[in-house]
C-alpha cells in the first residue's frame, strides 16, 4: 500500500517522468492549535462535548460544529504586501497500518502549528470481508491494486482520521481501488465513471459502522458530505475526466496534476489547480517531483530491497530537495509549495525523516503558513484576481525585479513587474 504550521491567514518513472519519477502511492498526517475552540463546541482536549453531536446517517459521521482550531477569516492582500509562503504537506491514503506514522505526523503537526491534507483512501474503511461491496468501474468487483486494511487497522485509521479533523487537518479523498495500469486504469474513466468512484469512497466513509458492525467506536466528526472539496487521483492520472465530475459536485480544487511547476497555481476547468511540483535533485541536472515516492523512484528505481548502505545518503538528499524547493520559493516568488507523501517505511523510512526535517526547517520562518490545501484555497478566494494575475508573472525562482510593492501596486494596470532570478 502507499500510503499536515499553522499560523493564521491573516495578513497577509521516469521522462518528465524519467528525471522526476513517477507518482506511487499507498496506506496512510497533521495539526492543533492552542487551547480550546469554543465556538466549535471543542472542549479542552480537542473533542465535541456530547451534547453538540449531531449524529448522521448510521452514525459513522456526525455534525459537531465548526471546526476546531481553524485561522482567521482570510483578507486580501495590502496594496504592496510581499504574500505569505503557503506549504502545504498532503498525505496520499492516509491509512494507519500499526507503523505508527499517522500518529507522529499528528504530533509533528501539532508541535509545529502546522495544518495538512489527508487524502483518505475510501477503502481503509471498508473490511475486506465486505470487499465485494466495491464495484470499482472497469475492474472486477471486490479488486483493489492496494490492500484493505485488517479490522484493528481500521480501527486505528478511524482514531487518527478523527483525531486529525479535531486537530484542525483536512480530510480529503485519494478515492478507492488505486487503479494505476492495465484496462482499468484511472486514467481511462469518464466522468461518470469518476462519479461512481467518488460516491463509493463517500459511502465507505460516510457508513463504515454498516459495514463493520461496530457500535463501540466514536462517530468520524464531521459531515464528510460538506468536508470534502478537493482530492488527488491514484498516480496523478485522469485529471482530465475527474475535472468536470468533482466541478458538479462542488469541489474547489484538486491536486491530482503531475509536471507541476513552483509557479502560483490557477485555475483549471474552474477549479484551483494544485500539481506536484518540480523541485531541484541535489546532486542531479534534473528536477524531482515533490512526493517521497519519487525520490524513491529516482534513488531506487521503485526498488525497497538491500542498499542500505545508502541509506544515509538518499535520506540527506531527500531532504534537501525539499528544502531547496521551499528556498527558491520563499526568496523569490513565493509560490505555494505542494509536498506529497505517503505513510510508509519505504528504504528504511527514509522519506519519513526527510519529509520530518524537510517541515521542521521551514516552520517558523517569517512569513511561513504550513497549511492545508483548503485553508489555502480559503485565502486564494479573496484575494484580488489582478493580484494574482501579476503573481503569476514570476517564473520559477524569479522575484519582483522592483520589490513586492511595486509589483502589486501595479496590480490591474495591465504591467508586469517580472525580473531578476535567483535560483
Not at 491567514?9 to 521522462?15: P, Q, S
Not at 503557503?86 to 495544518?115: I, Q, T
Not at 525539499?322 to 527514509?350: C, D, K, S
Not at 492545508?372 to 501579476?390: E, G, K, M, N, Y
Amino acid at each position: 500500500m502507499r500510503h499536515m504550521s499553522r499560523r493564521s491567514l491573516l495578513g497577509a518513472g521516469m521522462g518528465a517522468a524519467a528525471a522526476m519519477g513517477i507518482a506511487g502511492c499507498s496506506t496512510g498526517h497533521a495539526s492543533q492549535g492552542s487551547g480550546a475552540d469554543k465556538a466549535s463546541g471543542g472542549n479542552s482536549n480537542g473533542r465535541p462535548a456530547s451534547k453538540d453531536v449531531r449524529l448522521i446517517g448510521d452514525g459513522s459521521t456526525s455534525d459537531t460544529g465548526k471546526q476546531p482550531h481553524q485561522p482567521g477569516a482570510p483578507v486580501p492582500l495590502e496594496p504592496g504586501q510581499t504574500p505569505p509562503q503557503f506549504v502545504v504537506f498532503s498525505w496520499d491514503g492516509a491509512g494507519e497500518v500499526g507503523n505508527g506514522l499517522f500518529p507522529r505526523f499528528l504530533e509533528l503537526a501539532k508541535d509545529h502549528g502546522a495544518a495538512m491534507t489527508f487524502f483518505l483512501s475510501g477503502l481503509y474503511l471498508l473490511p475486506e470481508s465486505k470487499k465485494t461491496l466495491y464495484r470499482p468501474p472497469n475492474n472486477p468487483v471486490g479488486s483493489s491494486d492496494i490492500g484493505y486494511l485488517t479490522d484493528d487497522h481500521i480501527k486505528d485509521t478511524l482514531k487518527n482520521v478523527r483525531q486529525a479533523w479535531l486537530d484542525g487537518h483536512e480530510i480529503g479523498t485519494h478515492f478507492n481501488g488505486h487503479f494505476c495500469g492495465g484496462a482499468g486504469t484511472v486514467g481511462n474513466w469518464t466522468p461518470e465513471q469518476w462519479r461512481n468512484e467518488i460516491d463509493q469512497a463517500v459511502s465507505f466513509v460516510t457508513q463504515w459502522r454498516t459495514n463493520t458492525g461496530w457500535t463501540d467506536l466514536d462517530p468520524l466528526p464531521f459531515d464528510y458530505h460538506k468536508e470534502l472539496v478537493g482530492g488527488r487521483t491514484p498516480c496523478l492520472l485522469g485529471q482530465e475526466n475527474l475535472l468536470p465530475t468533482a466541478r458538479k459536485l462542488g469541489w474547489r480544487y484538486d491536486a491530482s496534476s503531475p509536471g507541476g511547476t513552483q509557479v502560483w497555481p490557477d485555475k483549471l476547468g474552474g477549479m484551483w489547480n494544485f500539481p506536484l511540483q518540480a523541485v531541484p535533485f541535489p546532486g542531479h541536472s534534473f528536477e524531482v517531483l515533490s512526493m517521497d515516492y519519487n525520490m524513491l523512484a529516482n534513488q531506487s528505481k521503485n526498488s525497497t530491497n538491500g542498499m542500505t548502505s545508502r541509506y544515509p545518503e538518499w535520506r540527506k538528499q531527500a531532504a534537501e530537495a525539499y528544502l531547496a524547493g521551499f528556498n527558491r520559493a520563499y526568496e523569490t516568488n513565493r509560490a505555494p509549495f505542494f509536498i506529497g507523501n505517503h505513510f510508509e517505511q519505504w528504504n528504511g523510512g527514509i522519506y519519513m525523516d526527510a519529509v520530518e526535517e524537510a517541515l521542521k526547517g521551514m516552520a517558523g520562518k517569517k512569513d511561513v503558513r504550513l497549511v492545508s490545501f483548503r485553508q489555502f484555497t480559503d485565502w486564494l478566494d479573496v484575494q484580488d484576481p489582478a493580484v494574482l494575475d501579476q503573481f503569476r508573472t514570476l517564473g520559477v525562482g524569479q522575484a519582483p525585479a522592483r520589490g513586492w510593492n511595486a509589483l502589486t501596486k501595479t496590480a490591474g494596470a495591465g504591467t508586469s513587474d517580472s525580473a531578476s532570478t535567483r535560483r
